[in-house]
């Protein structure tokens, strides 16, 4: 299938700001999933609540549109009742590490087998362009007009901390790399976790003069390196992309049909 046969051409145009991030990573993801060669119907994407979660409505697979914080809990369900489907999670900073951060943690101890997408523009920008769990110390936003004083959490060091086991980080600058990425995370068998760093011109670009999306873009070239680069040595601020974790163990739903097949017998 073509990337545009994954599209509900109905919808468009889309309603993100332009020079939003948010398309770019939906494309990477579309070529992704081309060139996997998933079909329509073995897809769902469930979302919860912010722009990010905007793009379960363009897309033509099985799709929820959840609430604000637990797309992971509706994808857990969806997956444990269907295994055999393949499980893409897209949202946002605010919308997975804020009132969405327990879920995400367990769902990697868990290592459930799909997909967790954090489109990370370091802002709430559907509700007015709130600081976030990843706007960092030192950031403006809408409700920290005098700075914000919150430390950010690492979103690699997070899930590798909590036991997802693949995790990558990759940047709307990066395409033909986050579309690499995205595919080895989808074909991995366990909880897998990408972050991309994506622009917010309308709410963070602004409040932090940080100039126009191509701008913004720019800036995740030269401040990102490539994991293990030396460039890191010589200055620890770059930010590492690629795959900093590949690892497999046992995946949920495998054990949990253990367990019925257990119990039956004894039954």
Known sequence: MATKDYIRERFFPHIWCPGCGHGIIMNALLHAIEQIG????????????????RISGYLDFHTLHTIHGRALAFATGVKISRPELTLLVP??????LS????????????????????MNNRVYGMTGGQYSPLSGYGTYATTAPYMN?????????????????????????????????????ILHKGFSVVEVMSQ????????????????????????????GSKKKQEDPTLIERGIFVDKQMPEYCEEYQKIIGRAMKDK
Do not use: W
């Open 38 to 53: 998933l079909k329509k119907n073995d897809i769902v994407m469930v979302s919860g609540i912010g722009c990010s979660s």
């Open 91 to 96: 949202m946002g900073d605010g919308d997975a």
């Open 99 to 118: 009132i969405g951060g327990n879920h995400f943690i367990h769902a990697c101890r868990r290592n459930i087998d799909m997909t967790a997408i954090v």
């Open 149 to 185: 004083i919150d430390q950010d959490f690492d979103v690699v060091q997070l899930a590798t901390a909590s036991g997802a086991t693949f995790v990558a980080r990759s940047t709307t600058y990066h395409v033909h790399e986050m579309t690499a990425i995205l595919k080895a995370a």
């Open 200 to 227: 917010c011109p309308t709410y963070f670009g602004r409040k932090n003069k940080e100039g126009s999306a191509s701008d913004m873009m720019e800036k995740f070239r030269a401040r990102t390196v490539p994991l």
